[in-house]
């Protein structure tokens, strides 16, 4: 059963710090590109920062300089270290792991951690 399980949500006054974790389950952790979402409420669900099994990393403008995405592959872990954060930054965040099979993009949710940024 493949689980993805995200940890380190919480209240966070603007300019603080979070650090988001995602422990993986029942998947070939090493072979996945992983990554982090988030959906605000009113809004879609968007990009916040990926980072492919070769430890390539991509991120939103809006959080580039502010977020970094990291990977433990013998933990089965990738976490978001997330610092200066705003209130806009204020949404749940989800972990993504995915990899192609047979052509095919196979992929898996968490079920969301809340974050949220306010004095």
């Known amino acids: 059963q493949v689980q993805l399980v995200e940890s380190g949500g919480g209240l966070v006054q603007p300019g603080g710090s979070l650090r988001l974790s995602c422990a993986a389950s029942?998947?070939?952790?090493?072979?996945?590109?992983m990554g982090w979402y988030r959906k605000a409420p009113g809004k879609q669900r968007e990009l916040v920062a990926t980072i492919t099994s070769g430890g390539s990393t991509n991120y939103a403008d809006s959080v580039k300089g502010r977020f970094t995405i990291s990977r433990d592959n013998a933990k089965n872990t990738v976490y978001v270290q997330m610092n200066s954060l705003k209130p806009e930054d204020t949404a749940i965040y989800y972990c993504?792991?995915?990899?192609?099979?047979?052509?095919?993009?196979?992929?898996?949710w968490g079920q969301g951690t809340q974050v949220t940024v306010s004095s």
């Open positions: 029942g998947i070939i952790f090493s072979m996945n590109t």
């Open positions: 993504r792991a995915s990899r192609m099979w047979s052509g095919k993009q196979i992929e898996q």
